[in-house]
């Protein structure tokens, strides 16, 4: 299988360049040549196997030009008890037989970009090797929190790749916070911006279109990549959390096999939820994928009226993972919903480039309007949703879970849909705290207490365990203390390979 830009300008790529690359040098995304079918025999088949078999049987779909060895190794170097405090990896939990959250934050970092940020660092070293790199390669993470943790995490000390981290200074918890300030490893820096997500997704992104910076990378036996979800290699493995979650509900009798299921799914960068796009695409049986938003309800608008419109305030909200004005996933989206339309798709980056907004035709509109829905939550009803769920069913939802929550809540009353639904929990409670802690045991209760103080306080009311990735945080050495304004990205890179 080869894999296209979804602008249209950089010829077909193997899987292995279309990870190494990250993004297309047309500056659009790469997406499989064609999307990859699952049958019902084949899923029935997959009943009753464990996560490593199901992201093994699904990745080499995708990644054909890896042998069904290296896709093997990857998948057990990174779904293992060792990373994951869960035997199943993606735990499902069910609340009633109605509501099942899948919990993607198992692992080392505690939110869900390991999921696919385990199993990256396999992946490119092996496309290094099959596509005869002799650079060093250099990752470029733009975070708005989870990812860069994630990214280091996953890539610490990987021979053959640095990882440089960028994250917005005051865009993350304190716990997200001193989570990437301790980071140990050989391999890489941690820079803070004096802006937002946006101002460092676009610093990134900037650098991967400049040519001449490129030809001194290069010069210097440097190569960039990616550990964003622009890249390849970070989707594919978010596909198979969406079979393995359907597979259990089969397992648990909780569904019939063939039987259609809701997925709701809290939204930033369009990563998470276009996976469960291409997962219906292969023939998971999917009734609505249900896009939540926060207040940067950008997504919402779009679902709901085609106008796509990033000419508003940036707001900070109490779910920061999802803070994000230009989604970057969307663009794979549009490529399959305009027919693969390479053309239309660069008219609407270029206006989205030049207007801060766009607007597709009816019938896009419309294909859309029925694979999706979408609606956001306030900060407000964020927090009271994760004291009703608490109080209701004991269980412990993160803000960005509780988004997704209430939207669906928001989406039951709206259309009277009565379809079994997982909703996607994408961080643990203890990564948000503070908002966690307000919830539960009020504001007064909080006043005055660090975040620290308030992850004991947490466990000790809800008998819930600080996850291992999180304890003693606050007593770890700080390793980096980098800070740039907004549009040094560029000379920080050069600075941190010692390229002056
Ligand atoms: C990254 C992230 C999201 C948003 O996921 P996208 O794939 O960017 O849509 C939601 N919640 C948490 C906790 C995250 O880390």
Redesign the pocket.
């Known amino acids: 299988m080869q894999y296209l830009s979804t602008r249209g300008q950089n010829e077909p790529v193997t899987a292995a360049q279309a990870i190494k690359q990250g993004l297309a040098s047309d500056g659009g995304l790469f997406v499989p040549g064609e999307i990859v079918a699952v049958s019902r025999e084949q899923l029935n088949n997959l009943l009753g196997a464990d996560y490593s078999q199901i992201a093994t049987t699904i990745l080499s779909r995708y990644l054909v030009d890896y042998t069904a060895g290296e896709v093997q190794q990857c998948v057990t170097g990174a779904y293992s008890v060792e990373k994951f405090d869960h035997q199943d990896i993606a735990p499902l939990h069910s609340l009633s037989a109605d509501i099942h959250v899948l919990e993607l934050w198992r692992g080392p970092t505690c939110?869900?970009?390991d999921m696919a940020l385990q199993i990256l660092p396999h992946l490119l070293t092996i496309a290094a090797k099959k596509t005869g790199e002799k650079n060093e390669i250099v990752i470029l993470v733009a975070t708005?929190?989870?990812?860069g943790k994630a990214a280091l995490e996953g890539f610490k000390d990987v021979p053959g790749i640095r990882v440089v981290v960028f994250f917005p200074e005051k865009g993350v918890s304190a716990v997200q916070r001193l989570q990437m300030l301790t980071q140990q490893g050989n391999n890489v820096s941690v820079i803070a911006v004096q802006g937002n997500f946006d101002d460092c997704q676009s610093g990134v992104k900037q650098i991967f279109a400049d040519l001449d910076f490129n030809r001194r990378l290069n010069a210097n036996q440097y190569r960039l990549s990616s550990a964003n979800?622009i890249n390849w290699g970070r989707l594919v493995p978010q596909i198979v959390y969406y079979f393995s979650s359907y597979l259990k509900l089969v397992e648990k009798k909780q569904i019939r096999m063939g039987e259609k299921i809701n997925f709701v799914?809290?939204?930033?960068?369009?990563?998470?939820?276009l996976a469960g796009y291409y997962a219906r695409q292969m023939g998971l049986p999917v009734n609505r994928l249900i896009c939540a938003a926060n207040a940067n309800n950008v997504l919402t608008e779009f679902i709901k009226t085609g106008i796509y419109n990033r000419n508003r305030d940036f707001l900070k909200t109490i779910?920061p993972?999802?803070d994000?004005l230009i989604?970057s996933?969307l663009e794979r989206l549009l490529f399959e919903m305009s027919g693969r339309s390479a053309g239309k798709v660069r008219d609407w980056m270029q206006q989205l480039q030049e207007q801060g907004r766009y607007e597709v035709d009816d019938n896009i509109k419309n294909q859309i309007k029925s694979l999706f829905w979408s609606d956001s939550a306030t900060d407000e009803a964020t927090i009271q949703t994760i004291k009703a769920v608490w109080e209701q069913y004991y269980y412990l939802m993160?803000t960005?879970t509780a988004v997704a929550f209430k939207v669906f809540n928001n989406y039951k009353n709206d259309t009277g849909d009565s379809t079994k639904t997982v909703v996607i929990s994408?961080?643990s409670p203890f990564k948000f705290n503070n908002s966690v802690a307000q919830a539960v045991l009020g504001t007064a209760a909080v006043a005055g207490q660090n975040d620290f103080e308030l992850l004991e306080k947490l466990s000790r009311h809800t008998g819930w365990p600080i996850p291992e990735g999180l304890r003693n945080l606050d007593q770890k050495t700080v390793l980096h203390s980098g800070k740039i304004p907004g549009d040094g990205i560029g000379q920080a890179v050069a600075a941190s390979l010692g390229m002056g």
């Open positions: 939110a869900f970009k708005s929190g989870d990812t979800s799914v809290p939204t930033g960068n369009f990563g998470n939820i779910s993972s999802m994000i989604s996933n993160d960005h994408t961080a």
